[in-house]
């Protein structure tokens, strides 16, 4: 797969109808002062800003190819981040896992709007690059290291792990379509440079019931999840923690003091957590200004069906926390919980 690129010397040409945090914070000092730095393990600024430039439908438009990156083009990450999450440059991450201090009870008991649940952390190993400049060899080496961790997980996170290179096609489909693993060729991953030598190195990890899920060398280089039918977000959200401490035994994360996990992408640093519900909403769906002002007064991302940049079907939304750095991770999934109980209230009383 050969990504689309643009030679990165000039300020990009932005269409009009551009709406992404890459065009609204770039300036043209900004991209002078920027353009020509390289950081350690040779990602350019043009590699960074390449799938912005390439998809004028981002909503972000930039990557990192390491945790230099964030501090060399920092000049353009750090007035994104705020934008994003809200967090400045006095800011420090926080973190909070106890899951005595989340208040979720399960928001729909009779389960007549709540479909599914599903909780993901992005992590990255420390002392490599991030995936956008990652080597073919590296990005083997993590595969192997990261199954090999997986496969010694025990109990109810015991599973498989299974390589894309090799998995049948209609295999692969089916764990798409049923929501447990990344779709294949995206175009904002492949501008990233993410794509590179698909689909070797790449694979997802489970457990048998497909509640335990870890994706290997997607946009991050572990995504772990924990998901199940119906509005538990309590034991989601314990399977996670508890998944997350057992890997951590034999991984070590790539980890800042000012921003948390680092990953690919900066909506993802801090926690890197997104807790999110598939709801049925049929009448907010008819309302989508009241909808979308709940959603933003609770801090919440609407999402289609099958995940980013796809539609809602049949009135059913992804509803999911939108700040994940200077929260904790209670507090990402206290954000979620708070503003699904308003949709299904306002849903019930429309
Ligand atoms: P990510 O959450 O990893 O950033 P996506 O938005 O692409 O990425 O979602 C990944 C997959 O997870 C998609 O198939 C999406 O439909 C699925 N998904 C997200 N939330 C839920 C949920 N609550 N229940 C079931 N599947 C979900
Ligand atoms: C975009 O800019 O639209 C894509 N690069 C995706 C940005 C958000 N990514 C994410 O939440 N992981």
Redesign the pocket.
């Known amino acids: 797969m050969t990504a689309m690129r643009w030679d990165g010397s000039t300020f990009p040409e932005f269409k009009p109808n551009c709406s992404s945090l890459l065009y609204r914070h770039l300036s043209e000092p900004a991209f002078e002062q920027l353009k020509d730095k390289i950081t350690g393990s040779g990602f350019t600024f043009a590699q960074a800003i390449n799938s912005g430039v390439v998809n004028q439908d981002s909503s972000i438009g930039i990557y990192a190819g390491d945790a230099e990156s964030y501090t060399l083009f920092s000049a353009l990450f750090d007035p994104i981040i705020a934008d994003y999450h809200g967090f400045t440059k006095t800011d420090i991450h926080r973190s909070n896992l106890n899951m005595k201090t989340l208040s979720a009870p399960n928001p729909d008991p009779d389960g007549l709007y709540i479909?599914?649940?599903?909780i993901?952390v992005g992590r990255n190993v420390a002392e490599v690059p991030l995936g956008p400049a990652l080597s073919r060899e590296q990005r083997n080496t993590i595969e192997s290291q990261v199954a090999k961790s997986l496969c010694n997980l025990s109990g109810e996170l015991a599973g498989t792990y299974y390589p894309l290179l090799g998995m049948d096609e209609t295999v692969r489909d089916q764990l798409?379509a049923d929501?447990?693993l990344?779709?294949a060729g995206d175009r904002f991953l492949d501008a990233a440079g993410l794509n590179r030598d698909w689909p070797e190195g790449r694979g997802i990890f489970h457990n048998r019931e497909k509640t335990f899920l870890v994706?290997v060398n997607e946009?991050d280089q572990l995504?772990i999840?924990s998901?199940q039918q119906g509005g538990d977000i309590e034991a989601v959200f314990t399977r996670l923690v508890t998944a997350v401490k057992e890997i951590e035994k034999t991984v070590t994360f790539m980890f800042d003091q000012r921003l948390g996990y680092v990953t690919s992408c900066p909506t993802n640093l801090g926690t890197a957590m997104?807790a999110?519900?598939?709801i049925r909403l049929p009448k907010l769906a008819a309302d989508m200004p009241a909808f979308k002002n709940i959603a933003d007064s609770h801090h919440l991302q609407i999402?289609g069906?099958?995940?980013?940049h796809?539609e809602s079907e049949s009135g059913i939304f992804?509803i999911?926390n939108k700040r994940r750095l200077g929260v904790t991770e209670v507090e990402c999934v206290q954000d979620m919980y708070n503003g699904v109980v308003a949709l299904i209230n306002k849903e019930k009383e429309l």
């Open positions: 479909l599914s649940t599903r993901r798409v929501h447990f990344f779709k994706w946009e995504r999840i998901m997104r999110s519900v598939h999402r069906i099958h995940g980013e796809s992804d999911s």
